[in-house]
Nanobody
Framework: QVHLVESGGGSVQAEGSLRLSCGASGYTYSRNCMGWFRQAPGKEREGVAAIYTDGGYTYYASSVKGRFTISQDNAKNTVYLKMNNLKPEDTAMYYC??????????????????????WGQGTQVTVSS
């Protein structure tokens, strides 16, 4: 199994920045997709960003494109989400997730939350104006 732990959440003022980290342990996949999802009260869970670990292909939701950057440090089995120019509407619980299956291709990272088999406990991000 894959164990995921998020960190880096907190409270920040609008236009501020945060960097979330997701450390992965357990079985190591040579190919994997790591994703960040978020869910705010009264809203559905949405995909924020994803990265394919074998090649660095990335995806961003339109709502965060240009402000958020997903990156990886393979040596540390860690994925990051750098969030700049934060807005109050970014307030949500942020979850790290991994697809974690053998033979995964990039397209398999883009089919929604149901494709992801491993999830962290979440880290809260609160942005005030």
């Amino acid at each position: 199994q894959v164990h995921l732990v998020e960190s880096g959440g907190g409270s920040v003022q609008a236009e501020g920045s945060l960097r979330l980290s997701c450390g992965a342990s357990g079985y190591t996949y040579s190919r994997n997709c790591m994703g960040w999802f978020r869910q705010a009260p009264g809203k559905e869970r949405e995909g924020v960003a994803a990265i394919y670990t074998d090649g660095g292909y990335t995806y961003y939701a339109s709502s965060v494109k240009g402000r958020f950057t997903i990156s990886q440090d393979n040596a540390k089995n860690t994925v990051y989400l750098k969030m700049n120019n934060l807005k109050p509407e970014d307030t949500a619980m942020y979850y790290c997730a991994a697809v974690g299956r053998i033979g995964l291709m990039w397209g398999g990272c883009l089919r929604g939350a149901t494709e992801y088999n491993y999830w962290g406990q979440g880290t809260q991000v609160t942005v005030s104006s």
